[in-house]
């Protein structure tokens, strides 16, 4: 069954102190892989996206995330947290078929402490 | 560019009566989800459209819920009649249907049923 863990619920980190979020997909052929934000209130918005290539890819707001074949794995890093990366965070997978729906994980909210 | 655009933001109502929510995608995405957002149970997707066509309607939870797309710049999700056990924030979501590009989500509507 094609499915996306983020296997922390929550998650505090101090301001200025490394982040790394995880994410795990169980899936048949290897898909294209997203990480979106959401802020309280807000739609999800996209920070990153993996197609093919290079295995570490840069996103919106000084985020990155490598994709691990091996692992199944695609967490996403940032070295310096910000208060305002305070927010939600979804990891998804998407066939590379079009038209098709992308599988969500159940997010992982992550709090900011000063 | 304008984003997809979701109304009313905020609905609230009482059991039993019929509620509609809309949704304008992006102009010229051809793939158009609807989802429901739940502290218990994250974004579930309910029912994506390609080209109008719905494809996929097997989140949809009781026949109480219908979504339809008449054309290409909007959709509309109905809940007839409505139950307090619906109440959640309902996320539209579109994108050209390549496998390749990432979904494009709006701001949401609150529901909250009495």
């Known amino acids: 069954a094609q499915s996306v863990t983020q296997p922390d619920i929550h998650i505090t980190v101090s301001e200025g102190a490394s982040l790394e979020l995880r994410c795990n997909y169980s899936?048949?052929?290897?898909?294209?892989l997203f990480w979106y934000v959401q802020s309280p209130g807000q739609g999800l918005q996209l920070l990153l996206k993996y197609f093919s290539g290079d295995t570490l890819v840069q996103g919106i707001k000084g985020f990155e995330a490598e994709f691990k074949r091996s692992q199944s794995s695609f967490n996403l890093r940032k070295p310096s947290v910000h208060w305002s990366d305070a927010a939600e965070y979804f990891c998804?997978?998407?066939?590379?078929?079009?038209?098709?729906?992308?599988?969500f994980g159940k997010g992982t909210t992550l709090s900011v402490s000063s | 560019d304008a984003g997809v655009i979701q109304s009313p933001r905020h609905e609230v109502t009482e059991m039993g009566q019929e509620v509609t929510l809309r949704c304008k995608p992006i102009?010229?995405?051809?793939?158009l989800f609807w989802y429901r957002q739940t502290m218990m149970r994250g974004l579930e997707l309910l029912i994506y459209f390609n080209n109008n066509v719905p494809i996929d309607d097997s989140g949809m939870p009781e026949d109480r819920f219908s979504a339809k797309m008449p054309n290409a710049s909007f959709s509309t999700l109905k809940i007839q009649p409505s139950e307090p056990r619906d109440s959640a924030v309902y996320f539209c979501a579109s994108s050209t249907g390549q496998g390749d590009q990432p979904q494009h989500f709006g701001d949401g509507t609150r529901l909250s049923i009495l």
């Open positions: 899936y048949g052929a290897t898909p294209y």
């Open positions: 998804a997978v998407g066939a590379r078929q079009a038209g098709t729906a992308l599988i």
């Open positions: 102009s010229g995405h051809n793939s």
